[in-house]
């Protein structure tokens, strides 16, 4: 045992600390109908702001102290007086087990401490405090405490996945002490030695026998004080973790025993467990379920930690194992081959195997396969049972794999007759029982693969099952199997008897099994309960065949490797398929830098795209070997030319073009479907000839008939978002005529007409086969399909690539402007203070104040003018004249006024408008002036003003 002194925060600790604090006191008056606050605080010498890097300063009668930051995550930290002094002392992070360093300045030097996570202590926290009992053990405790601290605590934190287990027990003279885990939860009893009757037990609510850390609190007093646990954790906030019971309420000693020395209290304690002799022959009854199998850490025993012995110590412990290394097993994955892993307390495991395998630790043993037929011999297996299986419940089970339709798999008979028998017929699994009907299998076993054939016999009802799927029932008579019953495996001993249910057995059978009992053809290491080998002939250990790669079925060099009654073939590079009769051309780099190439049918392509131009045309025929139905057409074009031949084929009356008439796409097919010729036109609504790309699909809306109608579907129709969509409104026939020697043209009708498509083209394709560009001279390889066209022309090679004019040198872009080519054309996107198609004009073009008479604003590429009132014009620039279409009666004059008019009325005339006659007054109008935006009247009446 070892006792570590613990750092405990002392009473001068305490009251240093509480100097450290200083509060602000408000004190809130009420006054009438004033209510305000008060507040008196003692600034002193912080007004002068001592403190530096973010250090608190708290002043007092005597001066003031900086309270500097003791952890940073974002730079150095500094102490001193006014938090000045730079307190490298936890660079490095010298503090082990991620525990927590802070930096001190003490005595004039630089010094750290650190504060370790639970499970570690020392001043780096370079020791851990936890122990594990792995297996049976315990740890032992003796002290003697001075009899006024008759009470002994204990602090500890468990971790645990085992409902029983003693945690502690503690002697005081005669008083027993035990804390253990009672179906998972904590309890507490107290006893007096072998003479007390029922303990005093009192028990905690909530299980501790999860896995996971808790950390329990135990005092146990003595005759006069009280004991008592307590588990803390959130979870106790709810029901209360804590319970005590008096000691006193054991039973007190008779007069005449022992009592403890005078002065002292004798305290033993053992963790984990109990040693020998204590409890007076408790411990030497004890098994396995009384010691406690997990970890502990951070043990206090009054007060003072205890962690296990190094060696050397004379700590009595037995099987404590320094660390806590008790994780679940499980956790690990140690079950091999998919068995899962179930947990059986604290470090203790056992593997569910799944089938051929086998082993409770890890699953890594696999039942040995039964080879029958190796050379087409007759090979066949006798077990002898020594059990009573009634017909309440029989199950055999196997594992087959074979090649054959039929064969033997098993025969369970006795002394008088043959009452079970399960075949192979057809490839699928036959069974039948005492001469009653057979039952068939739905699927086939005869594919080379392991499969889980089980055949269930309950009562007078026969199942057969293929892995997990029921595949049928018959009824049988009941079977009742007795000791000295016989099973054959593969056949029987006389190959005529074997005759009607096809004969000996080719293939191998792994892992047989009645009900949990093994057939083992060669045993395995694991012990399992298995039935009596008694016979075994020209059985081979393995799933071993016959040699099928005699006569080498590979192909392109592959190599043929042997399987059960079967091959595979392990091919060359750039070779596939079973027989390795699949060539993949495109890993051989057949095609020129410029293109890319394209798997096809039993061969390749090379694809790229070309530019036409100089009335430059491709011409195609078939190779003479299509014999697939051509029903369709793909291609992609480029061009700003609104007039222009894309592709044209003609054999006799029959004709194919598709062209751009007024950047329109129209289809013009005349084709046979039967006898007579059908003629089709189709034109899209959609303009091609802007520079961009667009693709073609044209097919029959049904090839399976003779004519049918044709559809166009432009940039992958209304699906892929804006597309165009065209049906033909007759119907026509298949392209089958461009298989016959029609001559086929891109880019224009043909050499004599003169080709006239200016732009680029993408892959072509006719019926799924694509028109080269590339003459077979150009390619390393020949291309090895059968069904192609091939060009006929002899003429240069097309310029690869898609190449327009060089519109973009030199930049025809001003003021630094950038030039994107459009394909024959090009946009310029200028900067933010140009505009115009060549970056030409000043975008802001109100800066030369064009408006006379109001105010500019920028309008696109040009201004608006808002004009002032009385003004009018693009400009501003014309006065607006008011009286333009006046309302003024006849005989009157209008005044032209700013922004309205003015009538002035003849005599005998009034009203704004001058249309109201007047009384017969001698009235005078002179007038006085008359001013632009003022107008002035003076009226006399008898010569007097008005």
């Not at 006191?25 to 007004?47: I, P, S």
């Not at 971790?159 to 003279?173: C, E, K, N, V």
């Not at 006795?414 to 057809?426: I, K, P």
């Not at 190439?597 to 390749?604: D, S």
């Amino acid at each position: 045992m070892q006792w570590k002194n613990v750092s405990i925060q002392s009473s001068a600790d305490r009251d240093k600390a509480k100097t450290m604090l200083r509060f602000n006191v408000c004190v809130w008056t009420v006054w009438l109908l004033y209510a305000g606050a008060v507040c008196e605080e003692d600034t002193g010498a912080c007004e002068l702001r001592p403190c530096h890097n973010s250090g608190v300063c708290q002043s007092h009668q005597d001066g003031y102290r900086c309270l500097c930051p003791r952890q940073s995550t974002d730079g150095p930290l500094y102490g001193g007086p006014n938090c000045t002094d730079a307190l490298p002392g936890c660079d490095g992070n010298p503090c082990k087990n991620d525990g927590v360093c802070s930096p001190l300045f003490q005595d004039n030097q630089q010094a750290y401490t650190c504060s370790c996570r639970a499970g570690f202590t020392g001043s780096r926290c370079q020791t851990s405090t936890a122990f594990s009992f792995e297996t049976s053990g315990y740890m032992h405790i003796e002290t003697r405490l001075p009899s006024p601290e008759k009470t002994l605590n204990v602090t500890l934190s468990f971790r645990t996945d085992r409902p029983f287990g003693t945690l502690l027990q503690s002697r005081a003279d005669d008083l027993l002490f035990t804390v253990e885990l009672v179906q998972g939860r904590l309890r507490l009893s107290t006893r007096r030695g072998q003479r007390s009757g029922e303990p005093v037990v009192s028990e905690l609510p909530l299980s501790a026998a999860d896995g996971k850390w808790h950390t329990m609190e135990a005092w146990l007093g003595s005759e006069e004080d009280r004991s008592g646990l307590r588990l803390v954790q959130p979870a106790c906030d709810e029901v209360g973790c804590a319970r005590e019971s008096a000691a006193t309420r054991a039973p007190q000693p008779e007069q005449g025993d022992d009592l403890p020395e005078p002065g002292l209290v004798h305290r033993s304690l053992f963790l984990g467990g109990v040693g020998q002799g204590f409890g007076e022959g408790e411990a030497e009854s004890a098994d396995l379920a009384a010691y406690f199998l997990g970890c502990f850490r951070d043990v206090f025993v009054a007060s003072r930690l205890v962690v296990p012995a190094t060696p050397g110590d004379s700590l009595a412990q037995v099987n404590v194992t320094a660390g806590c290394g008790g994780q679940d097993e499980c956790e690990d994955s140690p079950c091999q081959r998919r068995g899962q892993c179930v947990s059986r307390g604290w470090r203790r495991h056992i593997c569910q195997c799944y089938r051929p395998y086998e082993g409770t630790v890890d699953c890594a043993e696999e039942y040995i396969t039964a080879g029958f037929g190796d050379g087409d011999t007759a090979s066949y297996a006798v077990f002898s049972l020594d059990d009573t299986l009634d017909s309440g419940s029989i199950a055999i089970s196997m594992f087959v794999r074979t090649r054959t339709l039929s064969g033997l798999l098993l025969v369970m008979a006795n002394s008088t007759s043959q009452y079970l028998h399960l075949w192979l017929d057809g490839g699928h699994v036959k069974v039948q029982a005492i001469s009653s009907e057979s039952l068939v299998g739905h699927r086939a076993v005869s594919d080379g693969h392991f499969h889980l054939v089980t055949v269930q016999l309950e009562g007078n009802l026969a199942t057969l099952f293929h892995s997990a799927q029921r595949q049928g029932s018959i009824r049988v008579r009941p079977v009742a199997v007795q000791p000295g019953d016989m099973v054959y495996v593969g056949g029987l001993a006389d190959q005529r008897d074997s005759g009607p249910f096809g004969g000996h057995l080719k293939g191998c059978v792994q892992d047989l099994r009645i009900n949990r009992k093994r057939l083992q053809f060669f045993p395995i290491a694991t012990p399992v309960a298995s039935y009596q080998l008694e016979k075994l002939v020209d059985v081979t250990m393995g799933c071993s065949s016959d040699d099928v790669c005699t006569d080498n079925p590979c192909l392109n060099g592959g190599a043929c490797y042997s399987m059960r009654d079967d091959f595979i073939c392990i091919c060359q590079p750039h070779t596939g398929g079973r027989l390795c009769e699949e060539v993949r051309w495109c890993e051989l780099s057949p095609c020129p830098w410029t293109a890319a190439c394209q798997p096809v049918a039993n061969g390749f392509e090379c694809v790229t795209n070309v530019t036409l131009r100089n009335d430059r045309t491709l011409s195609y025929r078939d190779n003479g070997k299509i014999s697939r139905g051509l029903n369709t057409v793909l291609l992609s074009v480029r061009t700003r030319q609104t007039d222009a031949t894309l592709l044209h084929a003609k054999r006799g009356s029959e004709f194919l073009t598709v062209s751009l008439q007024r950047s329109h796409l129209v289809l013009e097919l005349q084709a046979s479907g039967g006898q007579a010729s059908h003629n089709v036109t189709i034109q899209s609504r959609t303009r091609l000839s802007d520079g961009h790309w667009h693709t073609v699909e044209l097919s029959m809306e049904d090839p399976a008939q003779q004519i049918s109608r044709w559809i166009a579907v432009l940039d992958g129709g209304k699906e892929r978002g804006g597309g165009e969509h065209v049906m033909s409104e007759a119907p026509s026939g298949n392209l089958d005529f461009l298989r016959e020697g029609a001559d086929i043209f891109l880019g224009g009708l043909g050499p004599e007409a003169g080709g006239n498509l200016a732009g680029c083209l993408g892959p072509v394709q006719i019926g799924g086969l694509l028109l080269p560009y590339y003459e077979d001279t150009e390619l390393s390889l020949p291309r090895p399909q059968d069904e192609r066209f091939i060009m006929t022309h002899g003429g240069p090679s097309p310029q690869y690539g898609c190449w327009g004019a060089s519109v973009c040198e030199p930049n025809p872009c001003l003021n630094q402007g950038a030039c994107e080519d459009l394909f024959d054309t090009y946009l310029c996107t200028c900067p933010s203070d140009w505009t115009g198609p060549q970056c030409q004009n000043n975008a802001d073009t109100c800066a030369v104040q064009p408006c006379v008479h109001g105010n500019c604003s920028v309008s696109g590429q040009g201004h608006v003018c808002s004009c002032e009132a009385g003004y009018t014009g693009a400009r501003c620039e014309e006065d607006t004249d008011t009286c333009e279409d006046n309302g003024c009666g006849l005989g009157s004059t209008c005044l032209r006024g700013l922004v309205n008019y003015t009538c002035l009325c003849p005599r005998n005339m009034t009203g704004p408008l001058c249309n109201e006659k007047l009384p017969e007054v001698p009235w005078h109008i002179s007038m006085i002036s008359v001013s632009r935006g003022q107008m002035e009247l003076q009226l006399f009446q008898r010569g007097e003003l008005l």
